[in-house]
Nanobody, 124 residues
Framework: QVQLVESGGGLVQTGGFLRLSCAVSGRTLSTYAMGWFHQAPGKEREVVAT????????YYADSVKGRFTISRDNAKNTVYLQMNSLKPEDTAVYYCNAVQEINSYYYAIWSNSWGQGTQVTVSS
């Protein structure tokens, strides 16, 4: 069974930075495109960034483009999200999951195996 463990969140001021990590066990990471999602209170979970199996292709939501960078280390079965120039609207719980793109929409492959997420809070 796949397990996802997100870490690295915290409380930062506007303009600050954080680096999130997602450790994956139970699957060979290199087989999957991966993504980071966030969910703010009262809102649906939505994709923030994705990265292809080899890491040579990425996607970013318009709201984070130019500020966030997704990367992966397949040897360590870990995916990262570098978050710079953080804004209060980035406040959310962040999750990772394997992703599949269908008609320009990204779906979580392991939809029954979400991790606990990591809370990111950006103060103004």
């Amino acid at each position: 069974q796949v397990q996802l463990v997100e870490s690295g969140g915290g409380l930062v001021q506007t303009g600050g930075f954080l680096r999130l990590s997602c450790a994956v066990s139970g699957r060979t990471l290199s087989t999957y495109a991966m993504g980071w999602f966030h969910q703010a209170p009262g809102k649906e979970r939505e994709v923030v960034a994705t990265i292809s199996q080899s890491g040579d292709s990425t996607y970013y939501a318009d709201s984070v483009k130019g500020r966030f960078t997704i990367s992966r280390d397949n040897a360590k079965n870990t995916v990262y999200l570098q978050m710079n120039s953080l804004k209060p609207e980035d406040t959310a719980v962040y999750y990772c999951n394997a992703v599949q793109e269908i008609n320009s929409y990204y779906y979580a492959i392991w939809s029954n195996s979400w991790g606990q997420g990591t809370q990111v809070t950006v103060s103004s």
